[in-house]
């Protein structure tokens, strides 16, 4: 089995390949155009010039052969609908897999966010999932400010010390939703966290692979 990760930042592609370690003889192909974060980041919103380079890559991806694709950048997550027109593939948005999940199996979570430009697409992704998954799904989302910069500076122990000390801050949840990719560095420090916590590549992962072979 083949699969396409479309990157938007380099901080989503190690999370991906431990998550891919699960599943010997996966072989997972990245493309990667952090244009598309910066362009999202600079205008505030994903933009037609934005969606259009995502659909370039979707076509890449159809080139390779692969059996299915993941979209590891959060803030396309609103447009899953028309992108999903554009191919007949398989193609997950890791966010949305993963909130789906959480969404099935608790009713109060929090969730972190890392990436400023994505605060709008979680807020997006918790509404779908009341209104297809569990109506009265509650999700209080906070901003881990500076994490992200931490990470792409390579500064993790930093990075994992901030995310722990957002998720510190809820109440009486019953999950953490680790939204972004680049925050499952921090899992280490959640071992004996008293309430499950959630990350996107191992359950997106899983929800492609099983859309791959409910179609072969």
Same mark, same amino acid.
């Given at each position: 089995m083949k699969i396409a990760v479309i990157n938007a930042t380099k901080v989503s592609i190690d999370p991906?390949?431990?998550? &891919? =370690?699960?599943? !010997?003889?996966? #072989?997972? $192909?990245? /493309?990667? *155009? #952090?244009?598309?974060?910066?362009?999202? @980041? @600079? #205008?505030? +919103? %994903?933009?037609? @010039?934005? /969606?259009? +380079?995502?659909?370039?890559? %979707?076509?890449?991806? =159809? =080139? /390779?052969?692969? *059996?299915?694709? /993941?979209?590891?950048?959060?803030?396309?997550? !609103?447009? %899953?609908?028309q992108l999903r027109m554009c191919t007949d593939l398989p193609l997950v948005a890791a966010d949305i897999g993963v909130f789906e999940k959480a969404a099935q199996l608790y009713q109060k979570i929090g969730t972190i966010v890392s990436f400023a430009p994505t605060l709008e697409s979680v807020a997006w992704v918790v509404d779908r999932c009341k209104k297809y998954v569990k109506k009265d799904f509650d999700a209080e989302i906070r901003y881990a =400010?500076? &994490? $992200?910069e931490a990470a792409a500076a390579g500064k993790d122990d930093e990075h994992n010390r901030i995310i722990y000390r957002t998720a510190a801050q809820f109440k009486e949840k019953e999950a953490i939703v680790l939204s972004q990719m680049s925050q499952v560095r921090a899992l280490p420090l959640f071992k004996d966290y008293p309430i499950p916590v959630l990350s996107s590549p191992s359950v997106s992962l899983e929800l492609l692979i099983e859309k791959i072979r409910k179609e072969k």
């Open positions: 991906v390949d431990q998550a &891919a =370690e699960a599943y !010997p003889g996966l #072989e997972i $192909f990245h /493309l990667m *155009d #952090e244009g598309m974060s910066w362009l999202g @980041k @600079k #205008e505030g +919103r %994903i933009s037609g @010039k934005n /969606l259009a +380079r995502m659909i370039s890559l %979707i076509h890449s991806a =159809e =080139e /390779l052969g692969v *059996d299915g694709i /993941l979209l590891s950048c959060t803030i396309f997550s !609103p447009f %899953i609908d =400010e500076g &994490a $992200f």
